[in-house]
């Protein structure tokens, strides 16, 4: 199944982007079982593809379905092949991970693809950009097999944190370090959120899941996941991750205060 843009592949993804109903329902899967989660793995370093490449495939139910060497390609290949996550790394030719984000994130037809950042330290400069851009979460390329494995299963399930006090703490060092986003433009939408709607959105940039919402304001997880929705639409956030980001340039939760 494995996905790249040069000679065969471009052609196996054409013609795989023909059938499109043949894709959602590829590979066949027994009665009742779950698809497995599809991924697409961008990096410019042929080793570090084939390392997360056999990772991945050693684990039921993910199938490694391409391969990409910059952006560009990313970009190309998740509009050919819809995968559930793609693995970005933020530093590459052509196009940047960051770019290829905001491509495939701000693309209506692949509202059901969700980034992972890929980065070789916890405190990447460029991380900050790419959550801003709509990337679901990241991951250190040194993570642990099984760390890499339920960070693609939570991004796929729309989950977007993957580690949420670290994502956190990355968040606040950087909105401390820059130079303040316009009040105005930073504000927007937020002064149209209800008590109980910032209330939420300060847990969630707190690092709190649904679950831990729920019981802080002893509402149920499924409520939580409604005022969510309503939050996302309000501020024209892509998913968690971008309400984190929205939280702390309004300065309605402040660095390093909890």
């Known amino acids: 199944m494995e996905q790249t843009l040069d000679g065969e592949g471009a052609a196996n993804a054409s013609s795989q982007a023909a059938n499109p109903a043949s894709m959602a329902n590829a590979p066949s899967q027994a009665a009742g079982a779950q698809r497995p989660v599809r991924v697409l793995v961008a990096d410019d370093q042929d080793l570090v593809r084939s390392g997360f490449r056999m990772i991945l495939s050693s684990y039921d139910g993910i199938e490694v ?3 990409a060497r910059d952006g560009d390609q990313a970009v190309q290949l998740a509009e050919r092949l819809r995968p559930d996550v793609v ?6 030719p052509r196009v940047n991970g960051i770019d290829a984000t905001r491509a495939i994130r701000s693309n ?22 790419a959550l801003s851009a709509g990337a679901g979460g990241f991951l250190l390329k040194d993570a642990e097999p099984d760390e890499i494995a339920s960070a693609v299963r939570v991004v796929a399930a729309g989950e977007a944190l993957i580690e949420p006090s670290i994502t956190r703490r990355l968040i606040e060092t950087f909105v401390a370090a820059r130079p303040g986003v316009p009040a105005g433009v930073a504000a927007r939408g937020i002064d149209q959120l209800t ?3 910032r209330e939420i959105l300060t847990l969630v940039a707190r690092g709190l ?5 729920g019981e802080r ?6 409520t939580v996941k409604t005022h969510l929705a309503r939050i996302m639409a309000k501020l024209d956030a892509h998913d968690r991750a ?3 980001v929205r939280a702390y340039e309004s300065g309605l939760v402040k660095p390093g205060v909890m």
């Not at 209506?108 to 950009?129: K, R, S």
């Open 242 to 244: 971008q309400l984190v």
């Open 87 to 92: 693995l970005m790394d933020i530093r590459m």
């Open 108 to 129: 209506a037809a692949l509202a059901g693809v969700q980034v992972l950042i890929l980065t070789t330290f916890d405190l990447d400069e460029y991380v900050y950009d």
């Open 195 to 197: 008590d109980r709607e």
């Open 217 to 222: 304001l002893f509402i149920s997880p499924a």
């Open 209 to 213: 899941n649904n679950d831990q919402i």
């Open 65 to 67: 379905v391409g391969e």
